[in-house]
């Protein structure tokens, strides 16, 4: 399956071979290479962007009912194919294959979601300040949507774009990571069979600082749907040639705060499985803990037995391993600084600190659920996004203390608080600067409820309603009203 589309851009309803030269895609469990993909040239860019705007106006002027459809065969596609796509993101990306198929059927849902919202698109009737004036407010599909996004989750961060971007009547050129490109041209083999008008998605591929950058600045594309570090959010702001609506979905640095009251056993749950997850490479990952010091030491003993329980596995070998291989070196690179600069500047290692031993872990980027205490924001593990599976933790004395070190950061994606003393949730919910907080759960995001970050995590929505009002522009129509003739 990646044979077939290795090399391949999809452009104007259909499959070329990119002239541009190879970019090997490995796989992280093996280091072996699985297939090549194309840095799209300048012609082919363009190509693909005038593609998506010959397709805009009819795939806008459609019937939202005719777009919320295909959403629907869209993921019904996907969804009957779950194993084989997911068989693709796992070679690229190193998850195992359950939590693969489990993103795919994911994405699936997100492809509903929006048909489903396709139909609600309304407008408002404001009344004027005279009776003989009234305003109409609707929305109109921006245009053309350039999408950029990384390789943690090469499924749903293309679909939330590409699903909402349709529903809402614009046309989308997609430019996935260069580690996890293959999930992306699977996609569009979906959206061929679903029958979705060519042009309408394009899926081009090469190194984000040419080809991403060359959407950026492209005059034909009329807003950027982005996600990825805060450092390339900021270039991409800052580097637009045309004025463009942009939405960037940034990095974060996510605390979680646990009360003498919470549930101990959840909160363990809860911070295991969300700091390690995807081997921690998550935007919304619980980066630091900060625990009321009464219960710091339990928590710390718990936490260390439920990290040492998750099972390590080359993903299409374990398909029901907690973690698989991390992406690439980069990631695990740094998870190892940020672990040695804790260690050095005092934190305790209360578990992990090394690969997993064994023959299978050799050749690729593998490394155990890490956990340090005692630590302090002078530590990188505390105060940078390490995207790995490090966990640093801290106690607390007074709430006051654990308000000021959770929001003691540029970022603003993802909190978390454990507490069962409603007052204690009030007064914590109320005062974590972030887009996003999760009470006694650690699903910081899902489909039906906006998901976005503040500070240097970035601007705009994705998921929910709000999700989709990205891909609108608003239009005000002003009518005046004369006394009918002959009334
Ligand atoms: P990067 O910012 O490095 O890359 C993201 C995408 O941007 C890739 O497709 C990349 O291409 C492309 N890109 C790189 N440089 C440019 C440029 N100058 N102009 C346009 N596009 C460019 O992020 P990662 O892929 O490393 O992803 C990890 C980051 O993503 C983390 O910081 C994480 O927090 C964040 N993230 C945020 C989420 C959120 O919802 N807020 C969700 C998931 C991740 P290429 O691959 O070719 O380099």
């Known amino acids: 399956m990646i044979s077939e589309l290795s090399g391949k851009l999809f452009i104007g309803g259909g499959w070329k071979t990119g002239a541009g030269a190879g970019i090997a895609v490995l796989n992280p469990a093996t280091g072996e290479s699985i297939g090549e993909i194309a840095a799209s040239t300048a012609d082919e860019i363009n190509e693909a962007v005038a593609a998506a705007r010959a397709a805009f106006r009819g795939w806008a002027d459609l019937p939202a009912k005719a777009r919320s459809a295909a959403l629907h065969r869209l993921g019904d596609a996907i969804a009957a194919d779950a194993d084989g796509m997911a068989r693709i993101m796992t070679m690229e990306q190193g998850k195992p294959l359950n939590e693969a198929r489990g993103e795919i059927l994911k994405l699936a849902e997100a492809c509903h979601f929006y048909a489903e919202e396709a139909v609600r698109v309304h407008g408002e009737i404001v009344p004027g300040d005279t009776t003989d004036h009234h305003s109409l407010v609707i929305r109109e599909p921006i245009g053309v949507v350039g999408a950029i996004t990384p390789w943690n989750y090469p499924a749903e961060l293309v679909g939330w774009k590409l699903c909402a971007s349709l529903a809402a009547g614009c046309t989308i050129v997609i430019k996935p990571a260069d580690l996890t490109p293959f999930t992306a041209l699977a996609i569009a083999r979906k959206v061929e069979e679903a029958k979705i008008p060519a042009g309408v998605v394009n899926v081009i591929t090469g190194p984000g600082s040419v080809v991403g950058q060359a959407l950026v600045e492209h005059p034909g594309v009329d807003k950027i749907a982005f996600t990825g570090s805060s450092s390339v959010g900021l270039r991409i702001q800052q580097s637009a040639t045309t004025v463009k609506r942009m939405s960037l979905e940034l990095g974060g640095n996510c605390p979680m705060i646990v009360?003498?009251?919470?549930?101990?056993?959840?909160?363990?749950?809860?911070?295991?499985?969300?700091?390690?997850?995807?081997?921690?490479?998550?935007?919304?990952?619980?980066?630091?803990?900060?625990?009321?010091?009464?219960?710091?030491?339990?928590?710390?003993?718990?936490?260390?037995?439920?990290?040492?329980?998750?099972?390590?596995?080359?993903?299409?070998?374990?398909?029901?391993?907690?973690?698989?291989?991390?992406?690439?070196?980069?990631?695990?690179?740094?998870?190892?600084?940020?672990?040695?600069?804790?260690?050095?500047?005092?934190?305790?290692?209360?578990?992990?600190?090394?690969?997993?031993?064994?023959?299978?872990?050799?050749?690729?980027?593998?490394?155990?659920?890490?956990?340090?205490?005692?630590?302090?924001?002078?530590?990188?593990?505390?105060?940078?996004?390490?995207?790995?599976?490090?966990?640093?933790?801290?106690?607390?004395?007074?709430?006051?203390?654990?308000?000021?070190?959770?929001?003691?950061?540029?970022?603003?994606?993802?909190?978390?608080?454990?507490?069962?003393?409603?007052?204690?949730?009030?007064?914590?919910?109320?005062?974590?600067?972030?887009?996003?907080?999760?009470?006694?759960?650690?699903?910081?995001?899902?489909?039906?409820?906006?998901?976005?970050?503040?500070?240097?995590?970035?601007v705009g929505y994705e998921h929910g309603r709000e999700g989709m009002l990205e891909y609108f522009n608003f239009k005000h129509i002003r009518i005046r009203h004369d006394e009918p003739k002959g009334r």
């Open 259 to 458: 009360t003498e009251s919470a549930d101990l056993d959840a909160a363990v749950k809860g911070a295991v499985r969300r700091s390690f997850r995807n081997m921690g490479q998550i935007c919304i990952a619980i980066n630091r803990v900060y625990v009321a010091r009464p219960i710091y030491e339990a928590f710390l003993a718990k936490v260390k037995v439920a990290a040492e329980a998750l099972t390590i596995g080359n993903g299409l070998d374990k398909p029901d391993a907690d973690l698989g291989a991390m992406a690439s070196a980069d990631p695990l690179a740094k998870t190892k600084e940020h672990l040695a600069d804790a260690l050095a500047k005092g934190a305790r290692l209360v578990t992990g600190g090394a690969a997993p031993e064994g023959e299978q872990f050799a050749r690729g980027h593998f490394f155990r659920p890490t956990v340090v205490a005692d630590c302090t924001h002078a530590m990188k593990v505390m105060s940078e996004e390490t995207f790995g599976p490090l966990l640093g933790v801290a106690p607390y004395d007074g709430l006051d203390e654990a308000i000021a070190r959770a929001n003691d950061t540029p970022y603003g994606l993802a909190s978390y608080v454990y507490a069962k003393d409603m007052d204690e949730v009030r007064y914590l919910t109320t005062r974590l600067d972030y887009g996003n907080v999760a009470v006694n759960n650690v699903d910081a995001g899902v489909m039906n409820a906006p998901y976005g970050g503040r500070k240097q995590s970035g």
